[in-house]
């Protein structure tokens, strides 16, 4: 395990330089400390730490394999960790993005997001205003098995929105996107950013964020 | 509570968009009322004095064969992951699949009642006491099932073992469910009866919520 660039102080100060709306603004510090989690027998990483004030982004990278996922699903709490603290990743703070939607292919597409919407609280954008910013307005009615899977990835980050938390956790979240899904990814965490939330996410794609300052990459690699 | 509405909401409508599963089990309840007569023979009185019997083994299978479905579809998609991190315990969601589940398999049975009452050629009393005994012993078999279903839903094959596994613990649900029905016993078993299915309910919630914490590692 290497942090690739910059030390963890540097890390939360250039976040904290983000413009911030003064509007319903987060306030979250997430704080990993010499966390070690093993799966199986195999230890994936050992004494890892970072620490993200508000507006921070971390990349993870790394070979596949190497515990990206894991990792993700060990600060939101899944997963439980060898050793090591998790601070400030409260389960209802947080937004899991991962390879499994949660989509009811049965349901349609409004049905399943008014469903999250009522699970993790209507904090956020309407239901309508989501659809749209994701760009799938005018698919609400129709039966979400229906979606290709980009549309139903649209509709997995169509969830972030609804519930406003600070806290998401991607996990390759341009998975089966197109390059204009991929602006929208981007637009949307800068959206994120601004409003002071933070985000930890594992992908092998280079993200499109209008500001790479406060973007930190935390490099992951095999610990035999 | 909108929460909890809404996924006793969600869970409903995916079993009647899904129509076929709930059907198969009420269709497999009065399937084996219907071939019992014809096992036993031509005797009435023998029938009848069987028929509160047959009825709870029929609801007791069908509903052990209902079991698997409780947590897998939501375990494969990813929303049991997800669910963990809604403005609700765990244990409350747990609870509120329990309460989903026995209204799309135990609640069906109990309306196909009638019919068993008719193939076993049961009195109307006995058919009333029947029914009370299921609506106060299906929930603890819905409870136990959760914890069964909970405890298996990690395993890609584990269909079978859920029903193996809780078999044991619901035989008391049936051995009081059939003891309400003795026309010579007294109030004993309803009242054992309603007590098992009162703390079975309670505790399987956090029973099950655990047991679904460690299967998501």
């Known amino acids: 395990m290497t942090l690739a660039s ?46 993200l004030a ?24 899944i997963v439980r960790a060898d050793s090591g603290r998790i601070e400030g990743a409260e389960p209802t703070e947080l937004h899991l993005v991962n390879y499994q939607s949660g ?9 399943n997001l008014k469903f999250w919407q009522a699970m993790n609280g209507a904090t956020g954008l309407g239901l309508e205003a989501a659809l749209d910013a994701v760009g799938i307005g005018g698919l609400g009615v129709l039966e979400a098995g229906y979606l290709s899977s980009g549309q139903l990835r649209r509709l997995a980050l169509a969830r972030l929105l609804v519930s406003a938390r600070p806290i998401w956790l991607l996990d390759e979240p341009s998975a089966a996107l197109d390059a204009e899904g991929e602006a ?13 939330g933070i985000a930890v996410i594992a992908t092998h794609h280079d993200l499109r964020l209008a500001d790479p300052a406060g973007v930190e990459t935390l490099l992951l690699g095999g610990v035999s | 509570m909108t929460a909890f509405r809404a996924l006793i909401g969600r869970d409903l409508k995916l079993a009647f968009r899904a129509g076929g599963e709930a059907l198969t089990l009420v269709l497999f309840f009065v399937m084996v009322a219907v071939i019992v007569p014809f096992a036993i023979g031509p005797d009435r009185p023998q029938l009848t ?16 064969l209902g079991l698997d479905r409780l947590f897998r579809n939501d375990d494969e998609d990813g929303s049991l992951t997800l669910l963990r991190h809604a403005n609700l315990p765990l244990e409350a969601v747990v609870a509120a699949k329990v309460i989903a589940h026995w209204l799309v398999t135990a609640l069906p049975l109990l309306l196909a009642t009638p019919v068993l009452a008719l193939l076993l050629s049961m009195s109307w009393a006995q058919w009333g006491q029947t029914v009370l005994a299921l609506l106060i012993g299906t929930p603890a078999l819905v409870s136990f099932g959760a914890l069964g279903a909970a ?24 051995i009081f469910g059939v003891g309400m029905l003795d026309p010579l016993a007294g109030s004993g078993a309803t009242l054992f009866l309603i007590a098992l299915s009162l703390v079975v309910t309670a505790f399987s919630p956090f029973a099950a919520a655990l047991a679904l914490r460690v299967a998501g590692e």
């Open chain 1, 103 to 111: 989509l009811k292919g049965r349901l349609t597409v409004r049905e």
């Open chain 2, 49 to 64: 004095r069987l028929a509160p019997a047959i009825v709870w083994i029929a609801a007791f299978l069908s509903m052990l």
């Open chain 1, 54 to 77: 508000p507006g921070g982004v971390l990349l993870l990278r790394g070979p596949n394999g190497v515990g990206k996922s894991t990792l993700l699903l060990a600060v939101a709490g």
């Open chain 1, 184 to 196: 929208l990814l981007g637009q949307l965490i800068d959206a994120h950013r601004a409003r002071g």
């Open chain 2, 151 to 174: 405890v298996t839903v990690g395993l890609r094959r584990g269909g079978l073992i859920a029903p193996v596994l809780i078999l044991p613990l619901s035989i008391p649900v049936m």
């Open chain 1, 6 to 51: 910059g030390d963890l102080g540097s890390l939360g100060m250039a976040a904290m330089n983000q413009p911030m709306p003064v509007s319903e603004a987060f306030q979250p510090h997430l704080s990993v400390r010499g966390l070690s989690v093993r799966r199986g027998e195999r230890l994936l990483f050992a004494d890892l730490q970072f620490e």
